[in-house]
């Protein structure tokens, strides 16, 4: 079983950056496919970035593209997304999970482990 908890949400202006964490317990994530997804009041939960295990490719949704950057510390077992240029539409509650196998992917379903989540407000 792998354990997640993110953080670093919180209220910021638009413009403004972020930075979440996720940290693992439990397993190592070093073998695990990465991910963050979003979800805003009324909506589907989205994916947002993902990052392979070894953390040689990443992939984007076009919405954050150029603007978000996700990335691991697998000495650390943590995952981060820094988030800059944030806009009033990034406001969701953010979610850090977790693929043991397979490749990566922008499924939801493709994901075993999921942290709590934690909120990010964006005021305009």
């Known amino acids: 079983q792998v354990q997640l908890v993110e953080s670093g949400g919180g209220l910021v202006q638009a413009g403004g950056s972020l930075r979440l964490s996720c940290a693992a317990s439990g397993r190592t994530l070093s073998n695990y496919n990465m991910a963050w997804f979003r979800q805003a009041p009324g909506k589907e939960r989205e994916f947002v970035t993902g990052?392979?295990?070894?953390?040689?490719?990443?992939y984007y949704a076009d919405s954050v593209k150029g603007r978000f950057t996700i990335s691991r510390d697998n000495a650390k077992n943590t995952v981060y997304l820094q988030m800059n240029s944030l806009k009033p539409e990034d406001t969701a509650v953010y979610y850090c999970?977790?693929?043991?196998?397979?490749?990566?992917?922008?499924?939801?379903?493709?994901?075993?482990?999921w942290g709590q989540g934690t909120q990010v407000t964006v005021s305009s």
């Open positions: 990052i392979s295990w070894r953390g040689g490719s990443t």
């Open positions: 999970a977790a693929r043991s196998i397979g490749a990566l992917s922008t499924a939801r379903g493709a994901y075993n482990y």
